[in-house]
């Protein structure tokens, strides 16, 4: 695991909704581990340059998005005090094999129907 950013014991909890818990200063210190549900963003003292987390569709593959609007194609991210993770616009991963395509509001997932998954 990265040292760059230590996560408290509580933050290891399931989260019932998505939701940020952290910043680090650069992509390599995105912790390898995540908790279930948690994104981390990369910031270095200005705007979130990325965001990441772990796919929700269980395959075990993490996603990066870019959230500096100077560069394109760029997610923006929101979460209010006491409200779930949003992604816009809609997260669209494809590898070949898989295509994991879904929304990200108030901390939950939506996917939408032209997600598949080769293997199933
Ligand atoms: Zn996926």
């Known amino acids: 695991m990265a040292h760059g ?6 933050q290891w ?3 019932r ?3 940020v818990i952290g910043a680090v200063e650069s992509a390599d210190e995105i912790p390898a581990q995540l908790p ?3 994104a981390v963003v990369v910031a270095s003292g200005g705007p979130p340059k990325w965001i990441s987390f772990d ?9 990066l998005l870019n959230t ?3 560069r394109r194609p760029a997610w923006s991210v929101t979460q209010p005090p006491k409200g779930g993770l949003s992604i816009a616009p809609s997260v669209d991963f494809h590898d ?5 395509h879904y929304f ?3 901390g939950r997932i939506i996917w939408a129907k032209d997600r598949y998954d080769e293997r199933l």
């Not at 950013?5 to 509580?10: E, G, L, T």
């Not at 796919?55 to 996603?63: D, E, F, I, L, S």
């Not at 070949?96 to 994991?100: S, V």
């Open 36 to 38: 279930k549900n948690a």
């Open 55 to 63: 796919c929700p569709c269980g395959a075990g593959h993490r996603v």
């Open 17 to 19: 909704r998505w939701r």
């Open 96 to 100: 070949g094999h898989r295509r994991c």
């Open 68 to 70: 500096d609007q100077g």
């Open 104 to 106: 990200v509001r108030d």
């Open 5 to 10: 950013m230590k996560i408290p014991w509580w």
């Open 13 to 15: 909890l399931p989260f």
